[in-house]
C-alpha cells in the first residue's frame, strides 16, 4: 500500500468512526426524556395575596463575567412569561443605591432588615432570589442555578430550587431542543438551529424557562 493509499484509508476510518459516534449520540438523544428539575420545594398553591415579586439581580461570584451582562434581563423576562404574579425588577444600581451592594449572595447573611427594607420600598409581597454556579460558557454549556422565592413579611419560603443544566447529558440536550422549537427561541431565526446549545445567552433562557416552569400556581 502506498503511502497515499494509507494516508486515504485512516481518513476514510476516521470519518466512519465519527459518524459511528455522532449516530449512537443522537440516538441515546432522541431516546432521552427532556431534563425535568427534581431537587425543588414548592409550596401547593400560592396565596391570593401573593401577587408582587421583586426580582433581584442575579449573584454569580465572578462580578465581572460577561454573564452578568444578559442574565438579569433574561431571567426577570422569563419569570414574567409565567405570568404568575406581576414582577418587579430591582436594579444592581438600585440594589448599589438603598444597600450598598450591587448583588447579594443569599446563602450568606443579607444586609440588616433587608426583607423589610424591600418590602417598604416596593410594596411587594415576595421577592425572588437567583444564585448562578458551575458556569460554563463553552460547549458542553453548563449553569447552575439556586433559586428562592421567599415571603417578605414571613421570610418563609414559596419555591426553591438548586439544579445544574449540563449541555454534555442528553435529557439537557433534549430539553434544551424542546424548548428552541416551542418558543422558536423567542423568534430567532431558523437559521440558528442548535443555538440554544451553541450560545451560553440563549443556553440561560432555556434554563429559567426551565426553572421558572415548575414555580406553583395560584
Known amino acids: 500500500m502506498t503511502s497515499s493509499n494509507l494516508v486515504a484509508f485512516v481518513l476514510l476510518a476516521v470519518l466512519f468512526s465519527t459518524g459511528c459516534r455522532r449516530f449512537e449520540e443522537e440516538k441515546i438523544v432522541a431516546q432521552a426524556k427532556p431534563f425535568a428539575p427534581s431537587n425543588l420545594y414548592p409550596i401547593e398553591r400560592l396565596p391570593e395575596y401573593f401577587n408582587r415579586v421583586i426580582v433581584l439581580p442575579c449573584y454569580y461570584a465572578d462580578q465581572d463575567s460577561p454573564l452578568l451582562d444578559y442574565v438579569d434581563e433574561i431571567f426577570h423576562q422569563e419569570l414574567s412569561q409565567e405570568r404568575i404574579f406581576e414582577t418587579v425588577r430591582f436594579s444592581a444600581y438600585q440594589m448599589k443605591?438603598?444597600?450598598?451592594?450591587?448583588?447579594?449572595?443569599?446563602s450568606k447573611p443579607l444586609p440588616e432588615n433587608f426583607l423589610r427594607r424591600l418590602e417598604e420600598l416596593t410594596a411587594a409581597n415576595g421577592v425572588l432570589f437567583v444564585d448562578l454556579d458551575s458556569y460554563r460558557p463553552y460547549r458542553p454549556l453548563s449553569l447552575g442555578?439556586?433559586?428562592k422565592l421567599v415571603d417578605l413579611k414571613s421570610g418563609e419560603f414559596m419555591w426553591a430550587i438548586d439544579e445544574t443544566f449540563d449541555s454534555g447529558h442528553a435529557s439537557v440536550i433534549a430539553g434544551a431542543s424542546i424548548f428552541q422549537k416551542s418558543s422558536q427561541v423567542r423568534a430567532i431565526s431558523s437559521k440558528t438551529a442548535g443555538s440554544t446549545l451553541h450560545s451560553p445567552r440563549i443556553f440561560s433562557k432555556y434554563v429559567a424557562s426551565t426553572c421558572f416552569s415548575t414555580m406553583p400556581s395560584r
Open 145 to 147: 442555578v439556586r433559586a
Open 97 to 106: 443605591e438603598h444597600f450598598g451592594i450591587e448583588r447579594v449572595d443569599s
